[in-house]
């Protein structure tokens, strides 16, 4: 095990994180009143002052706001400032990260299509494509896609790439620029879900990737209060989403929900500087522990596709040492929580030995050879140290 975190020469610096991201800190357009904060348009529909200008909308002449299931100005802030994060034309707003991608597949995968996956989707991809897509024909070749050839073995033929750098519950990195141009070699589109990196520390579309999804309901939202999703991309590849699955799935963000999110986002930048600094420290600490035997960072790795991270979030795993008893460990923390999902201030723990559990069909992690002795570890916002006590006091304990 590589116990040195390598990357530091690298990092995005605190002052590049705010600099860099503007977009956060300004309306994307005029506000009522000159509000401050922009108001929640909390309404299903909007109306039309004649004949004409019904017409028009209907006709395509004129673009004004219809019904909430299609636009809405709440919902639109949020969708342009994810765009000028990611560098992306333009982008859609979804319900939930899972609506996004579902949306975002079915807007380009045909029947009898072929997909090619990072092996270690998050678990309800896993299940979109092997239980729905299925239905359609849609098959599924997952790869080990830390090594570009065994990806370009199989892409011949196919029409969507999908991507996580790094993947759930097991952090292994790929080289998206290089996976991107091998898709576009074959013809293949290449979509990323890159709710780990978030835009700040990681922009596909730079490295030549399609699409771009994110659960917003992890580091975006960052509270532990919306569940939300979003897909980016150029105007082209949305309108297509927005012309064939987005209205029908029904999927729509409430405007609600968006204007937590753009709440939520104005802190983004301090908050992942945080998560990262926090994570470091952690993994650290945890790789030198007698009773850790490995730390599934991706600072600690060292992969050339790293180097499209310019950060890393808060999120990694470890694996603890065969004598150390994981219900007795998971029991024995104090202050860090057991819990699902990401990305919120409060510190989190999965063990893996739990989520094995799930029936065979829904289970990505046994299939992927996921192990019972790996902890998903959310790393909040909490002191470190307080969070490293109560991991060295609960290894201790069981
Ligand atoms: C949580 C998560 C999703 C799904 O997002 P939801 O908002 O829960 O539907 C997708 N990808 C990753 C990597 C996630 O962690």
């Known amino acids: 095990m590589n116990k040195h975190a390598s990357a530091s020469a690298h990092l995005i610096s605190d002052h590049e994180l705010i600099a860099g991201n503007t977009a956060l800190f300004a309306p994307n357009g005029p506000v009522p009143f000159n509000a401050a904060s922009p108001p929640i348009f909390q309404t299903s529909l909007f109306t039309f002052e004649s004949y004409a200008a019904i017409e028009d909308v209907f006709a395509g002449r004129s673009e004004e706001f219809i019904y909430s299931r299609g636009n809405n100005p709440t919902v639109a802030e949020f969708e342009s400032l994810i765009a000028a994060l990611e560098g992306a034309e333009t982008a859609r707003a979804f319900s939930s990260g899972t609506g996004a991608i579902t949306a975002a597949v079915l807007a380009f995968v045909e029947q009898g299509d072929r997909i090619v996956a990072v092996r270690n989707v998050y678990n309800d991809v896993y299940c979109l494509f092997g239980k729905l897509l299925?239905?359609?024909?849609?098959?599924?070749?997952y790869v080990?896609?830390?090594?570009?050839?065994?990806?370009?073995?199989?892409?011949?033929?196919?029409?969507?790439?999908?991507?996580?750098?790094?993947?759930?519950?097991?952090?292994?990195?790929?080289?998206?620029?290089?996976?991107?141009?091998?898709a576009r070699q074959h013809g293949a589109m290449t979509m990323i879900d890159n709710s780990w990196a978030t835009p700040l520390f990681q922009k596909p579309l730079l490295h030549g990737v399609d699409l771009v999804v994110h659960a917003a309901s992890k580091y975006l939202g960052g509270h532990s209060d919306t569940v939300a999703g979003v897909v980016a991309g150029?105007?082209?590849?949305?309108?297509?989403?927005?012309?064939?699955?987005?209205p029908y799935l029904g999927a729509k963000l409430s405007p609600f929900e968006a204007w937590l999110l753009l709440r939520g986002m104005r802190t983004l930048p301090?908050?992942?500087?945080q998560h990262m600094k926090s994570g470091l420290i952690l993994a650290e600490r945890l790789g030198n522990h007698p009773l850790i035997a490995r730390v599934r960072h991706p600072a600690l790795s060292d992969h050339p596709g790293k180097a499209s991270l310019s950060g890393f979030s808060g999120l990694f795993g470890f694996d603890v040492a065969d004598d150390v008893d994981v219900p007795g460990f998971v029991n024995a923390l104090e202050h860090i929580r057991l819990g699902v999902s990401w990305g919120g201030p409060e510190t989190l723990i999965v063990?893996?030995?739990?989520?094995?559990?799930?029936?065979?069909?829904?289970?990505?992690?046994?299939?992927?050879?996921?192990?019972?002795?790996?902890?998903?570890?959310?790393?909040?916002?909490?002191?470190?140290?307080?969070?490293?006590?109560?991991?060295?006091?609960?290894?201790?304990?069981?």
């Open 270 to 273: 301090l908050r992942m500087s």
């Open 134 to 141: 299925r239905k359609f024909g849609v098959t599924v070749d």
């Open 234 to 246: 150029s105007k082209a590849h949305i309108a297509r989403i927005n012309r064939t699955s987005y």
């Open 144 to 182: 080990d896609a830390t090594d570009p050839a065994k990806v370009a073995a199989v892409l011949p033929g196919a029409k969507l790439l999908y991507l996580e750098n790094p993947t759930s519950m097991v952090f292994e990195v790929q080289d998206i620029a290089a996976l991107a141009g091998l």
């Open 351 to 398: 063990p893996a030995q739990a989520a094995l559990q799930l029936p065979e069909e829904s289970n990505s992690f046994r299939r992927f050879g996921v192990v019972d002795r790996t902890i998903r570890f959310a790393v909040g916002l909490e002191d470190p140290d307080l969070l490293w006590q109560d991991i060295e006091q609960a290894l201790a304990a069981s």
